[in-house]
């Protein structure tokens, strides 16, 4: 089946950084969306964007489907960014999603 | 309501007793979706269902079962639970496959 690889695993950061996010895929896709799952567990949909530059006030997202990659860019990080974000990638005639193991953002004040 | 409800928020079960975890959309969202999320495991589709009266499986589907008799709602049951089913189990929908799902809360499960 398709991999799914985010990096880093881990990202620590004070209020007001910038950070990137990468998602790397092993096959094409006809679909990719990004989550962010807050630290009371409830996963929100940012951006589905299987190609293409998408943006959402401090948050922006690119994905270069040709090179298997997508990358979230969050700018003025705020605590309220904390949480786990997941890539999520749908292989051609597959039907299905298929998650990263996430990136653990931490925001401190 | 609005959005994707789920019920219970939290459940703890016996090994061996039967269980349906409720999922409610009010979305009219034609596809519905179970995952299961466990600790360095991610996410994972344990089944799907594209319309009204269709399933399928996913990744992990041994264990549980679903059915789609309307548009919003998508039970999925564990017929006998088993420890290794303990878990946080997040219902999602979307307009039709392939397309933005959106989450519910989630079940904790813990089956002792």
């Known amino acids: 089946g398709i991999q799914v690889e985010q990096s880093p695993p881990d990202l620590i950061l004070q209020e007001g950084a910038n950070s990137t996010l990468r998602c790397n895929f092993s096959?094409?896709?006809?679909?990719l969306q990004w989550f962010h799952q807050n630290p009371w567990g409830q996963l929100i949909n940012l951006f589905y964007i299987p190609s293409g530059t998408k943006q959402n006030g401090r948050l922006s997202a690119t994905t270069v489907a040709t090179e298997r990659y997508s990358l979230l860019y969050i700018s003025s990080s705020q605590t309220t960014d904390s949480g786990v974000y997941f890539c999520a990638v749908e292989r051609w005639g597959a039907q299905k999603l298929v998650f990263g193991q996430g990136t653990r953002l931490t925001i401190n004040p | 309501i609005a959005g994707i409800t789920q019920a219970p928020t939290s459940q703890i079960l016996a090994a061996g007793r039967r269980m349906t975890l409720r999922c409610t959309q009010d979305?009219?969202?034609?596809?519905m979706y179970w995952y299961r999320q466990d600790l360095g495991l991610g996410l994972r589709l344990i089944h799907y269902?594209?319309?009204?009266?269709?399933?399928g499986k996913g990744e992990v589907p041994d264990g549980y079962s679903v059915s789609r008799a309307n548009t919003d709602d998508f039970p999925l049951t564990l017929a006998s639970a088993v420890p290794s089913q303990t878990s946080v189990y997040f219902c999602?929908?979307?307009?039709?496959?392939?397309?933005?799902?959106?989450f519910g809360p989630g079940t904790r499960l813990t089956v002792l």
């Open positions: 096959d094409s896709v006809n679909n």
């Open positions: 999602a929908s979307s307009d039709s496959l392939g397309d933005e799902q959106f």
């Open positions: 269902s594209n319309t009204a009266g269709t399933t």
């Open positions: 979305m009219r969202h034609n596809a």
